[in-house]
Every structure is written in C-alpha cells, then in structure tokens.
DNA sequence: AAGGCGATTGCCT
DNA sequence: GGCAATCGCCTTT
C-alpha cells in the first residue's frame, strides 16, 4: 500500500493446499502460474479465478515444494474506509460481512492484484503477522474445502467458529 | 493454434 | 438453488 493508511485484517477462514494433493494449482509441477508456489515459504501467490477475480496464497513449502493457504475470508481491523471504498460499498461502521467473506471479495478490498505475486509476506509494507491469539481447540471449524473437484473429502478447510466473517458453513 | 475449464461472485428465480 | 460473466492457463492437436 503506497501513500495510504494502513489496512489490516485478520485471516479467519484459510485453506491448506499441497504438492501431493490433486486439488492443489501446484499438483501437476511447475508451471508458469503456479511458480511461486515452488519458492520458499512466505511468498504471495496470486492468481486470477475463473476470469474475474484474484485470489491470494501464503507460500507455505520449503523450495521446490509447492504447498501453500489460500485466504478466504478476513475480517477488518483497520481502514474499514479503503476496504469499503475499494468494493465500492458505502462506507458504515458495520458493513455487511459480504465486504470480506470471500477469497475474491478480499483481495478486491485490499487491492491485491498480480502485482503481488511472488512478494514476500515480510516486506515493510506487506506484511503478515502473528497476533499470538491462542485458540481452544473447539473454536476452530474444520471442513472440506470449497469450490473444487478433486479430493473433496479432506478436511483442510479451517476457520474461526465464532467470527460472523467466515464465509459459509461454520 | 485451439478449446476446455476453474481454489468465484452476484444476480435472478 | 441455478447460472452467466470472463480470460489466462494448461493440455492437446
């Protein structure tokens, strides 16, 4: 974000993706797309969905191994303004949850693009950090993951049971 | 060079 | 719940 104020969120919904995982962009080896995903750990890779919307990863592997999280839903923690104004809703200070719950709808409120891809998650103004929120084990939803067409059964979807921002079933 | 399809969303019924 | 919108990637000729 350069020559704004600050946005953050907190991710409350993810989805773990694997190099030995048919459902994983990586599954099937390096390819042009999917090469940030074979980078080390702590990478952004970015992604256009089926040709409208972007959807953002942490790189998550060691080199060579293309594992990664996709982020599906946030909720806001700072610059509910930009985020608002970025989706092109007006601006409350309770917007509906559609602001952010989902992986598309996210990235359009940060203002991720391509651009991002390949960044790292430890950059000054691109940054992912650890709030140190310890969870009880029950808080945490577990689920399939959504949206694809192989390897439906794992659970591999995670989520914060008592955020409203998650984006369907808790 | 060409065609099928997807880690989605929003609108319509 | 169903479906159109939309385009780059990947696979196949």
Known sequence: ???RDLLAVKLVEVEAYFQEDPASHSFSGPSRRN???FEEGGLCYVYLSYGIHYCVNVVT???HHGDAVLIRAVEPL???RFLCENRGFPYTEAPPFAL???PGKLTEALGINPAYNGRSFRDKDFKLIDLGISLEEEE???SPRIGISKAKDELLRYFIRSSPWVSKAR
Request: proline letters at 0%; zero cysteines; charged letters at 15%.
């Open 1 to 3: 974000m350069q020559g």
């Open 35 to 37: 090469a940030v995903m």
């Open 61 to 63: 592997g060691r080199k």
């Open 78 to 80: 700072f610059g509910l």
């Open 100 to 102: 952010l719950n989902g």
């Open 140 to 142: 945490i939803g577990e």
